[in-house]
């Protein structure tokens, strides 16, 4: 901390709670001091033990939103609402909302970026009391913070919450990559003060006025500066005139002329220099104009226009500068940066106090990290942007108030929201996922409603939205998906059915014995497989090549067809017998059936065919059964004769006579048995009405009948 103070006494390690003033004793302002920087020691390490590292109130929660249009539509602008949030108990507060430039394309970390800062009163004239006169009093101890930004490369969104959210991550060996991160610089000093020749008492502040890298983030190198008064001296100019280099005081009364009096060097701030935590301008000046208020500066080259600087805009008096990593302050006092590639961050201080020429609180052999700035960091959001596409996750950490949000340990109600950005074990202390439940002695993982006749269950569901009540896959959809409307998906992230599964096999066991349903046998069509024992026994087999459906056993098994009592029908959705096939069927080398229809024939005095009783046969010079079957037939009128024969290739090789009545039916069975030249031959069976058409006759094959208890006709051909 900057600022015309004696000592900065305050050591948490002490263990202090209180300064206590004693009666006749001199007051000092590192007492004062002292008791100040316990009470807020206490102050913020109760806060961090309260809220944790960081967190904001969940009704007034500073966060990062995209900001509306007129209309209350989202835009892809950003802005961070105005709230409070706690960073290692300090308190920041934002009374406005203030917008956010974009990144450029990248994923990137938005952060609470948090520090504090002395303000004299040349920064803030307010300090000063009128009535009095306008002296110079005390300082005021203020908290500075900024919204940053860091590309965060391809580390994903789970990678960065687990990392940063709640919590900012401790990094022992930080590298160069790291140091945007860290609290403190990492740079150590050293200091030689065997041949000091100080004699005085001082408090010697040597601070990083360059650190690694410049505002844009483009390495540079480091630089130095050092005041014997802890940079206390410090001004407010009036007005800077480029043209003639030289800066006019607001007030140079005789105090603040001596203070600068013999100045060597100067640092040109402004309001924007202390929001932003960065260096102002360090400039040679000559002090020969003094006494008439001007100082002239020797090495102006400012990079911001005078004109964008802000009020207040200051100048603070440094004793010396140097960009070496080891120089001399004065007296015989040097110090020493040993380690020239650490993290060097602008704004960090080392104190040396002097007493009666001796050096106070330093072990020389011992090299010390800073004393100061440091710096508190909470994540905000994580920021993704594609072009004119920008997404935010909220990283924030929120937290209910006491009154209202606190829960019993021996058990609660938690009505409002709950979000758990850590890890969450029910049932057990174990941590091995983001969720780890343990079931009950029961068995019983949760019970979160009762159905209808009372079975409890575990029920995920949605009320709006297509997206999946469940889903258990990787980013290609293996795995378990459940749709809102039912419909279950193995291996495809949008099943079409109430149960979907994507390439591969569906497997259902029962001891030894399974099924196996694979859509996708050996790239040539689908299967049912009925195992048994770790051996398949038959299955259903399609191949969709050659359009064929087969069933297939395998030589220790049967296969048959045992429909209780039902029928077969093979192109036909209505079999009437126990095997109805509507065509011709092949059975061993040679098998042909020809079924004809039911209906009335027409009258005939010479052979006609009957009803589609015809049908082709290639043999291969081997015997042939051929049988013809016509059951159930009648007559229109009684005491009737008709012819019934059996043909091949028009050569009549059975037939028979038959006596018909009206009143009753008969049935006519023809067989031929005998061998066939190889080649194709046509079989028929005719008839024809004995009565030379004398007499009206006609014969019908059962057509009275109820169709369920017609008997068709066959012709069936077998080569043997």
Known sequence: MKGDFTKLSFDKENHYCAVLMQQGRVQLDSDWNEQVQIAEHRYSTFFRDLVGQSGAPAADAMRIERKKDQAGKDTNALVVKSGNYYVDGL????????????????????YLDVWRRVVAAAENPDLLEPALGGPDTTARLKTEWLVQNQAMGALTVEEIRKRYCGAWPLIPAPKSGDFWQLTLSTAQMKINSARTQITDNRLYRIEIHAGNFDQKGKAIPQSFKWSRDNGAVVAQAKAIDAATSTITLENAGLNVRNAFNGASHIEVYDALCCRNGTPGYLVDVDMSTLGTGKIIIKNWNFDRALTALESPICIRRWDGKSSSYSFELEGGLKVNFPDKAAFYRNGDYWLIQIRSGSVV??????????????HHFAALAMVSKNKDKVDIVNLSAVFQPLISGSVSKKGDTIDGDLSVLGRLSVGSGFFNAPLSIAAAADGKIASFFRDKLGH??????????????????????????ILKGGNVGIGTNNPAAKLEIADGMLKLTQNDCCIEIDPWTGSNGGSIGFVEGGKEKANLYWNKYSKLFLINSTGDSDTSLNLNGGNVGIGTETPISKLDVAGKFRCGNAREHAVGLDSISTISITYVLIDAMQLSINTANNPVLVIMKVPSVRTMNDDCWAFFRLTIDGKEVDASHNHLSSSWTQEVVLTWLGNLTEGKHTIKGEWRNENNGT????????????PEKRAPRHIIAIEL
Do not use: F
């Open 91 to 110: 308190l920041v507060e934002n009374e406005k909302d203030l917008d956010l430039p974009l990144p450029y394309d990248g994923v990137y970390l938005y």
């Open 361 to 374: 609180g330093w072990d020389e052999k011992v090299s010390q990290l800073p004393h100061g700035v440091e």
């Open 456 to 481: 409890e269950a575990w029920r995920i569901s949605q009320q709006n939205g297509t997206s999946p009540s469940l889903s258990i896959t990787d980013s290609n959809g293996n795995g378990l998906t």
């Open 695 to 706: 007499t009206l006759v006609a014969c019908g094959w059962g057509s009275n009948l109820a």
